[in-house]
T-cell receptor
Framework: GESVGLHLPTLSVQEGDNSIINCAYS??????FIWYKQESGKGPQFIID?????DKRQGQRVTVLLNKTVKHLSLQIAATQPGDSAVYFC?????????????FGKGTTLSVSS | DGGITQSPKYLFRKEGQNVTLSCEQN?????MYWYRQDPGQGLRLIYY???????QKGDIAEGYSVSREKKESFPLTVTSAQKNPTAFYLC???????????????FGQGTRLTVV
């Protein structure tokens, strides 16, 4: 079944505001959590990842926060721009005897208005 | 120009026919993946391959088959046994099959399959 999911399917923000996209996961054994961005008609693109032994990681205009106590992951986008409009997926690494693979949640659609 | 290429972009097939979706990468990546995406849904894992001549079933492998005879190629066949094949299919690759080498997957542009 689904082991990662997002709290809200859509999020609308004004240009220049900060955006926060949330994700809840259930697999405590995951070593890595990752955020991907998918623009319309394209394949997803890697944004940032965080290892399970960290609680915060920063990239360019993005910050990922991991709260293992409540199994919650969030992506913060600073000074959101129209080009940030896309669907955002959280993902985790599924590891079993057969191998490892990325497992995705359902996604949050971010709409940025000017 | 390195990347991952899926072809064709749009594909139409009649019900009951098998169809093969192409996925080629020139990134020298060991691991390759196939996902299915339905409207408003996330990506669901169909099959994945960690190395040549090896592949594993994902969450929704029924009605699909794959092969990995070459490192750069991972074709997906949608068989007539797949009950609801109309979907957007995405192929991806990663440097390796273990973290952190597989956290960054590179995706193709996708193939939109419509079965009529």
């Amino acid at each position: 079944g689904e082991s990662v999911g997002l709290h809200l399917p859509t999020l609308s923000v004004q240009e220049g505001d900060n955006s926060i996209i949330n994700c809840a996961y259930s697999n405590s054994a995951s070593d890595y959590f990752i955020w991907y961005k998918q623009e319309s008609g394209k394949g997803p693109q890697f944004i940032i990842d965080i290892r399970s032994n960290m609680d915060k990681r920063q990239g360019q205009r993005v910050t990922v926060l991991l709260n293992k106590t409540v199994k919650h992951l969030s992506l913060q986008i600073a000074a959101t721009q129209p080009g940030d409009s896309a669907v955002y997926f959280c993902a985790e690494i599924l590891a079993n005897q057969a191998g490892t693979a990325l497992i995705f949640g359902k996604g949050t659609t971010l709409s940025v208005s000017s | 120009d390195g990347g991952i290429t899926q072809s064709p972009k749009y594909l139409f097939r009649k019900e009951g026919q098998n169809v093969t979706l192409s996925c080629e990468q020139n990134l020298n990546h060991d691991a390759m993946y196939w996902y299915r995406q339905d409207p408003g849904q996330g990506l669901r894992l169909i099959y994945y391959s960690q190395i040549v001549n090896d592949f594993q079933k994902g969450d929704i492998a029924e009605g699909y088959s794959v092969s990995r005879e070459k490192k750069e190629s991972f074709p997906l066949t949608v068989t007539s046994a797949q009950k609801n094949p109309t979907a957007f299919y995405l192929c991806a690759s990663s440097i390796g099959s273990d973290p952190p080498l597989n956290t960054e997957a590179f995706f193709g542009q996708g193939t939109r399959l419509t079965v009529v």
